[in-house]
């Protein structure tokens, strides 16, 4: 079973030429060089979007999003030009490099599923054996995924990367250094902040034959985040870690006998629980930057249209004039 929304646009943006839903963004194209990304509440697990969204849950992604692009910019120059409202960015239009970057630091989530299945590899990568669920891998590693316009994401190896002609070997080798760079600073601040960054995924884009990082990055939803503190002695008694990350909705989702296979249904989603992840989503953005968590006013619909016209406006006069 898929839940889709109606591919309409919500917004109707001057100069807008072209409109994408995804499972929990909308994305506006607006003349030859802007993007309009705006983060909705929505919640998807196992590449199906859930029946009911997660209040503030949008801000949180934008928010954290944003605090993470611009402590990686010396690394990398990312999309973002302007964040003109809690659940909105614009950044430059981009060509798409249609693979995302998967780095693994600990075995966990779907590396771990499919290593307590018999397998020991993953996307063309050797895992050692005699690993446990959250046990540290030797060193991080890429499985990068296909994104899938509908459907689930596809596993693939480097190797079929090049093979498929996606993208050159020299263009793959830096974007690679680029994720793994971008890993090991989000590592760090983690660190700082006494957690441990389990996992996450970048997706990247072109401009030219300039590699940018765009979308998202370090958030709940595209990263698996654990408490440091504890972690070792979990470990060594075979506890689960107390994460913070999207991974206990699709844990509750398993045990509740779905996994966004053919024929079966995504159980209720209690108000106790909608609310349950709302404050998980909060705790990980305090957790992560340090900064208290203000939650976002309603704007109409008129309102947005009028800000980010605006902010575009002023962002295509700066263009002209370099």
Known sequence: MKLYFCCMSTYQFKNQTGFYQGKV???????????????SDRISAFDVVLPKAIPYKGQVLNE?????????????????????????????????????????GYLAGHAWREYQSGKRSVCGV??????????????????PTTKASEGH???????????????????????EQYALSIFSEG??????????????????????????????IHTPDSSRYSYAEGYNERQQKGEQQHQLSKE??????????????????????TATFVQQVSDRYIELFESITGNQFAKGKSYTKEEIEEVVNTTIE??????KGN
Request: proline share 5%; net charge negative; aromatic share 10%.
């Open 126 to 143: 050797a895992l050692p054996e005699g690993l446990k669920e959250n046990d540290p891998l030797p060193s991080a590693i890429i499985t």
């Open 314 to 319: 002023q962002l295509s006069a700066e263009f």
């Open 25 to 39: 963004r909308d994305v506006y194209t607006v003349g030859a060089h802007f993007v309009v990304m705006v983060v």
């Open 153 to 175: 994401d596809e596993d693939i190896s480097k190797e079929e990367i090049i093979a498929r002609g996606i993208v050159s070997i020299e263009m793959y080798e830096k974007i």
């Open 187 to 216: 590592q760090k601040m983690a660190a700082s902040r006494n957690l441990i960054l389990v996992d996450t995924k970048y997706e990247f884009g072109f401009i030219g034959d300039e590699i940018i990082l765009i979308d998202e």
């Open 64 to 104: 954290t999003a944003l605090y993470f692009l611009k402590a990686t910019s010396s690394i990398i120059r990312n999309w973002v030009l302007a964040a003109p409202l809690p659940t909105i960015t614009i950044g430059l239009k981009c060509t798409t490099f249609p693979v995302e970057m998967v780095v693994r």
């Open 248 to 269: 206990f909705v699709r844990k509750w989702l398993i045990e509740n006998n779905f996994q966004g296979k053919e024929g079966q249904q995504v159980p209720e989603m």
